[in-house]
């Protein structure tokens, strides 16, 4: 597993992060083209019902989290709680992409 993925066709390194759309919709399935062949790759259906639960209790946990800060205002700094947690969550994203199995889908 990398952020590469090899086509199985042409042997080329295909980038799984080719823009950063893919970060957030690999994951649901959205389809990664090869350049070279154009064969289509796409998520493990067991990955992407996984993946969107995680991404559910992720996206609850930070936003319970910083609401709770929002009850103590005296003693932290809100926009650096917003940063962080925005920080945190993006590459929470490209973590996940690194673990992707893509499978080649039928023509």
């Known amino acids: 597993m990398s952020i ?3 086509c199985e066709v042409c042997k080329t390194k295909i980038n799984k992060l080719q823009n950063a759309s893919n970060a957030f919709l690999l994951g649901f399935g959205k389809e990664l083209v090869c350049k070279k062949c154009k064969a289509k ?7 992407i019902f996984l993946y969107s639960i995680f ?3 992720l996206i609850l946990f930070i936003l319970w989290n910083y609401f709770m800060d929002l009850l103590e205002f ?3 700094n809100t926009n650096l709680k917003i940063i962080f947690s925005i920080v945190f969550y ?4 490209i973590i996940l992409v690194y673990f992707i199995y893509l499978n080649k889908i039928k023509d």
Not at 41 to 47: D, I, Q, V
Not at 90 to 93: D, G, S
């Open 4 to 6: 590469y993925k090899e």
């Open 74 to 76: 005296f003693h932290l």
């Open 55 to 57: 991404n559910d209790i």
């Open 90 to 93: 993006l590459f929470y994203k």
């Open 41 to 47: 790759y796409k998520a493990n259906s067991l990955f």
